[in-house]
């Protein structure tokens, strides 16, 4: 489901739901220059819960599925180009939904059970990714930056065939730039998984097609400013 993006880090990815998070920021300490520092994805995937993302979804007695993603690199300036950028590994827990009727929300739906990766839900759900993410680490050379995130919307930036979500927050750390925004812009591009032609866009929701992965697009991109 839309809501298991993200990736990305990504990716977020990916299932939703979950506790909001808050958090309390200052603004930066007075003095330090404001950030501006711009990440562009260079490797990165995003593994829906098993078996995948298809047409219904599947059905468990759990009332919680779990995407996940690998650990997301990028090329971040500055520093340098040269230094790379990583978010390592997420986990996104998301409620699943429970079927309240035989077919009901979804054919296949057996009372007692929950329904998860539904791709007709992906991304009807991007308002709400955000919350089942919560705290974004990127870790650039030394240096890690904390984002608490605050809201998430489907993004428009995506190039034509991909599919993408916006998560955005407030630097928690380092403490001289607590307060600061960032934003992680997530696409989704190729795919994989039973009957996938590699296009997760033209896949995502179409008859007998189960989507195991998808991978970041590499106009996926970290901007804190």
């Known amino acids: 489901m839309l809501r298991k993006m993200l990736l990305i880090a990504a990716a977020v990815s990916i299932p939703i739901g979950a506790t909001a998070v808050s958090a309390v920021v200052q603004s930066g300490t007075a003095g330090a220059t404001p950030l501006a520092i711009t990440c ?51 986990a996104i827990v998301t409620p699943s939904t429970q079927c309240t009727a035989p077919n009901v929300p979804v054919t296949g739906c057996v009372v007692g059970q929950y329904n998860y990766d539904n ?34 919307t489907i993004a428009t930036t995506c190039l034509s065939g991909e599919v993408g979500f916006n998560l955005k927050g407030k630097l928690t750390a380092p403490a001289a730039h607590a307060g600061e925004t960032s934003k992680l812009t997530t696409c989704l591009s190729g795919d994989s998984g039973t009957g996938t032609t ?20 590499t106009d996926s991109k970290f901007k804190i400013t």
């Not at 995003?46 to 979804?57: D, E, K």
């Not at 996940?68 to 520093?79: A, G, L, Q, R, Y």
């Open 40 to 90: 562009k994805v260079t490797t990165g995937t995003v593994f829906f819960a098993t078996p995948g993302l298809s047409q219904n979804g599947s059905f468990q007695a759990a009332s919680t599925s779990t995407a996940s993603t690998s650990t997301v690199n990028f090329k971040c300036t500055p520093p340098t180009a040269t230094t790379p950028g990583k978010v390592k590994p997420l």
């Open 119 to 152: 791709a007709g839900a992906f991304a009807g759900n991007a308002s709400t990714l955000w919350s089942q993410i919560g705290t974004i680490k990127l870790k650039i050379g030394a240096t890690t930056y904390t984002t608490a995130l605050q809201s998430s």
């Open 198 to 217: 590699g296009n997760f866009a033209a896949d995502l929701g179409q008859p007998g097609i189960t989507i195991a992965s998808a991978t970041i697009a």
